[in-house]
């Protein structure tokens, strides 16, 4: 089985890996390339990862993948694949597959898709937190002073949700393609139109494709029943489930 997780991003993606990562016989990448993804225009990317992870499942040469070799959790995942005798279960993890989820089913009916969904105002504030360019005081204080003598953009944060020039926002060549672009008065209402696209789209495949893409809360991943709920649903037996009271890859420990 083909497994690629969704969600609008800040939503418990990366331990929807490592929940899905567990199982047995199972490789799940995190973002796996977005270095080739692209929101919109482009499937074909997107659509070599679906060719490849098929052709890794029935026997070829794991070798074959293409990955973002700048990531360095990709390289790690991968170098494990590689050290795999068996492998029954394949997938990645990452928000920008929404867009072309019929593509994939087109291409393939072995596979599934799980969708993670989060509050809309947790997941505004989390991505307003992650979009910040953080610095040591003294960096700070010697980046505004470059760019007074250079007369080039002193930079806070950045914005992946609407479209400008990189004066106000620093620019991110492998990110903002990813992410579709809205008419909004500030980058907070952006993000909130980003979710609502992002679930309505959701919703709509999963309705459409009940069989193959199906939401879940993020609340689903932090006890037991959840993931089974998770795990049934991508086709992992009961008895070879690995369960824990919780899956949290970045939570402190």
């Given at each position: ?12 993606t990366?331990?929807?890996?490592q ?41 070829g ?8 070799y700048?990531?360095?959790?990709s ?11 068996q ?13 072309y ?6 291409t ?33 204080v ?13 930079h ?15 620019l ?8 579709p ?31 193959y893409?199906?939401?879940?809360d ?13 795990l ?19 939570k402190?420990?």
């Amino acid at each position: 089985m083909i497994v690629l997780g969704l969600g609008s991003g800040r939503t418990g993606t990366a331990s929807l890996s490592q929940l899905i990562n567990s199982q047995p016989d199972t490789i799940c990448f995190h973002e796996l390339n977005p270095t080739g993804a692209v929101h919109a225009g482009n499937p074909q990317p997107i659509l070599n990862t679906i060719n490849e992870f098929s052709s890794i499942l029935s026997g070829g040469d794991k070798h074959l993948l293409a990955i973002d070799y700048s990531r360095q959790a990709s390289v790690d995942t991968y170098t494990e694949l590689q050290q795999r005798k068996q492998v029954t279960t394949l997938g990645d993890i990452a928000y920008y597959y929404l867009r072309y989820v019929e593509e994939i089913i087109n291409t393939t009916q072995n596979v599934r898709f799980v969708c993670i969904k989060r509050d809309r105002s947790q997941t505004i504030s989390s991505w307003q937190k992650k979009s910040t360019i953080n610095r040591w005081f003294s960096l700070r204080v010697a980046d505004r002073l470059k760019s007074l003598i250079t007369r080039t953009p002193y930079h806070e944060s950045k914005n992946f949700w609407q479209q400008h020039d990189g004066r106000a926002w620093q620019l991110d060549p492998v990110w903002d393609k990813t992410f579709p672009n809205f008419d909004a008065d500030s980058k907070e209402e952006a993000i909130g139109k980003y979710w609502d696209y992002y679930y309505e789209e959701a919703t709509r495949l999963e309705k459409k494709y009940g069989e193959y893409f199906k939401i879940f809360d993020i609340s689903e991943m932090s006890h037991r029943d959840g993931q089974k709920k998770i795990l049934s649903f991508i086709g992992i037996a009961d008895e070879v489930m690995v369960l824990q009271d919780e899956f949290h890859a970045h939570k402190s420990k």
